[in-house]
């Protein structure tokens, strides 16, 4: 079965700094990988997806990740954050073989302090 | 333009009544699904349905049915309401029903059972 784990709950980390998401997955299959966030009170957005071919994907609001397979590893990075990234942030993964189930991780909330 | 819309946003009631959740997407979309978030903001899948015929049903207790009148409505009805049962739950869509495709969530129904 597959399942993700985000290692860090809480990244607190100041205004202009860069940061890094931890994500990884376990599954035996290929399949493809997402990161969404959630702002407060609101639903999930799609920041980025890893389907195939390139590692490194660009995503929204300056955004990047880089799957790495070796590792079952895609996290998110961030060169400069803004107070507004504030949110949480989940990774998801989807068994490329499966329908459209998305499994989620528990979700790191990103904290940023001016 | 909502792309996906659920009412109502918040709903207080008691233990044993029934309620319902309604949501709608004007995407165009043949998949919609419904997840509910825990206090730990822990995401699971509950249901997906794809052009009204169900295809992911997790294990979910038969008080939670879920009703799809036509491609662009999924419904969730849940009887006889339990503590455990306050969350908040997403809908969401997607374009198709197998892996890959981004979905659309919805801003979250805040259920609180008391």
């Known amino acids: 079965a597959q399942s993700v784990t985000q290692l860090d709950s809480q990244v607190p980390v100041f205004e202009e700094a860069p940061v890094e998401l931890r994500c990884n997955y376990s599954?035996?299959?290929?399949?493809?990988l997402f990161w969404y966030v959630q702002y407060p009170n609101q639903g999930l957005q799609l920041l980025l997806k890893?389907?195939?071919?390139?590692?490194l994907v660009k995503g929204i609001n300056g955004f990047e990740a880089e799957f790495n397979k070796s590792q079952t590893s895609f996290h998110l990075r961030k060169p400069s954050v803004h107070i507004s990234d504030t949110a949480e942030y989940f990774c998801?993964?989807?068994?490329?073989?499966?329908?459209?189930?998305?499994?989620f991780g528990t979700g790191t909330r990103l904290q940023v302090f001016p | 333009d909502t792309a996906v819309s659920q009412t109502p946003k918040y709903l207080v009631t008691q233990m044993g009544n029934d309620k319902s959740i309604k949501c709608e997407q004007n995407?165009?979309?043949?998949?919609m699904y419904w997840y509910k978030q825990d206090s730990k903001k822990f995401l699971k899948i509950m249901f997906s349905?794809?052009?009204?015929?169900?295809?992911i049903n997790e294990t979910v207790p038969n008080r939670f049915s879920p009703k799809s009148p036509d491609k662009a409505h999924l419904n969730l009805h849940i009887n006889s309401l339990e503590l455990g049962d306050s969350a908040v739950y997403f809908c969401?869509?997607?374009?198709?029903?197998?892996?890959?495709?981004?979905?659309?969530f919805g801003p979250g129904t805040r259920l609180t059972v008391t």
């Open positions: 969401a869509s997607s374009q198709g029903a197998s892996g890959g495709y981004e979905q659309y």
């Open positions: 599954s035996s299959v290929s399949v493809y």
């Open positions: 890893y389907l195939s071919g390139s590692t």
């Open positions: 998801a993964v989807n068994p490329s073989y499966n329908t459209d189930k998305l499994i």
């Open positions: 995407l165009g979309h043949d998949t």
């Open positions: 349905y794809n052009n009204k015929e169900l295809i």
